[in-house]
C-alpha cells in the first residue's frame, strides 16, 4: 500500500518541536545555519514528527486489512527504525506499507515500512504488535520512587528528565504531524486518548538535556538520530491522564565508530510505558559518508 503526503512546512516543524520542547537547532529556521558542515541547507523535519504520520497510516492500513480481536489482543507496539536521509519542509514524501505478517517466532504482527521523498529513501524498518515487549529494560522494581526526585537527577546511572502529559501540548503535536486531534480528543465526547509516540518524542529534549547539562557543543559537534528501537506497553498508555507525570530515563551504552548509543525508559507514575534504544552519529560522519557515496 502507497501513502502519499504534500509534506510538512515550516509551520508544522515549529509547532512540534515546541510542543515536546526540542530545541534542536537542525529545526530551527533561525539556528539551523550555525551548525558546522550543515548540508541541509534548512531546517529539518523532526525523527519522531514522521515517525507519528508513519504511525496513523499504518494504524489506517491495519484497520482496514487486519482482524481487530487480533489487534486488541497485542499489547506492545514495537517500531524498529533505520533514518537514511533528512526530509526538509515542503518536501513531498511517500510511505510504502508492506502487507502484514504474522511472526510466529515473536508472537506478532509484523509490516515492512519504507518512506521515501523526491530525494531517495528518508527511513525505512518495521512496525510490529506483539505479545511481549521487544526491547530489555531493567527490572523497574528497583527503580526508586521517581516523583519524590527532583528534576534532573541521576538516578541508577540514569538521567531523569521529568514532564508532564498536557492534552494541549499532545493535540499541537498531532497537528506539527498532520494528523487531526478530533481522533484522539474530544471533550464534548469525554475522550482523552495520547497518541503512543507522543511521550516517546520526550527522549529528544530529555538527551538534549543531558548534553547540554555535560557541556556538549551543539554548534561544533551537532549529531543526526540514525536508528530507533522503540517498544511501547499500549496497556499502560490507555490509562495516561491529562497532567500525568513522565519520567524519562536515559542512559549511555557502549558506542562505537563515532556513534552514541542511548537506553531510554519512560514511566507513566512508576509504571513502564516505553523502552528504547536510541543511536545518533556525528553530523561530520554522515557529510563524509555522502561525500564518499557520490564519489563511489
Known amino acids: 500500500m502507497l501513502v502519499e503526503s504534500p509534506g510538512f512546512s515550516q509551520l508544522h516543524v515549529d509547532v512540534a518541536r515546541f510542543a515536546t520542547d526540542d530545541f534542536n537547532l537542525f529545526h530551527d529556521p533561525h539556528k539551523w545555519h550555525r551548525l558546522a558542515g550543515n548540508p541541509y541547507g534548512g531546517p529539518i523535519v523532526l525523527g519522531f514528527q514522521m515517525e507519528t504520520w508513519v504511525a496513523e497510516a499504518v494504524a489506517a492500513y491495519r ?86 526526585l527532583p528534576d534532573r537527577s541521576e538516578v541508577m546511572g540514569y538521567f531523569l528528565k521529568r514532564k508532564f502529559m498536557m492534552t494541549a501540548n499532545a493535540k499541537n503535536f498531532l497537528l506539527g504531524c498532520l494528523v487531526d486531534p478530533i481522533q484522539y480528543f474530544d471533550e464534548l465526547a469525554a475522550r482523552t486518548a495520547f497518541p503512543e509516540i507522543f511521550p516517546v518524542s520526550y527522549i529528544s529534549c530529555a538527551l538534549l538535556e543531558r548534553a547540554w547539562r555535560e557541556g556538549h557543543d551543539f554548534e561544533r559537534a551537532p549529531m543526526v538520530y540514525t536508528y530507533h528501537e522503540i517498544s511501547i506497553d499500549r496497556k499502560v498508555g490507555a490509562e495516561i491522564k491529562s497532567n500525568d507525570p513522565l519520567h524519562l530515563l536515559v542512559a549511555p551504552e557502549n558506542s562505537s565508530e563515532g556513534r552514541k548509543r542511548f537506553r531510554c525508559l519512560g514511566l507513566i507514575r512508576n509504571d513502564l510505558l516505553f523502552q528504547a534504544r536510541i543511536e545518533l552519529m556525528p553530523l561530520a560522519e554522515i557529510v563524509r559518508a555522502m561525500g564518499r557515496s557520490k564519489t563511489a
Not at 67 to 90: C, E, N, T, V
Not at 118 to 129: E, F, P
Open 63 to 148: 484497520h482496514t486489512h487486519d482482524d481487530p480481536a487480533l489487534l486488541a489482543r497485542l499489547r506492545f507496539s514495537h517500531y524498529q527504525i533505520h533514518f537514511a536521509a533528512a526530509l526538509k519542509p515542503g518536501q513531498r514524501f511517500n510511505l510504502t506499507i508492506k502487507p502484514s505478517h504474522w511472526d510466529e517466532g515473536q508472537k506478532g504482527l509484523s509490516n515492512r515500512l519504507l518512506l521515501r521523498s523526491d530525494q531517495g529513501i528518508v527511513l525505512m524498518g518495521h512496525h510490529r504488535l506483539t505479545q511481549e515487549p521487544l526491547v530489555l529494560a531493567e527490572k523497574m522494581e528497583q527503580l526508586p520512587e521517581l516523583c519524590a
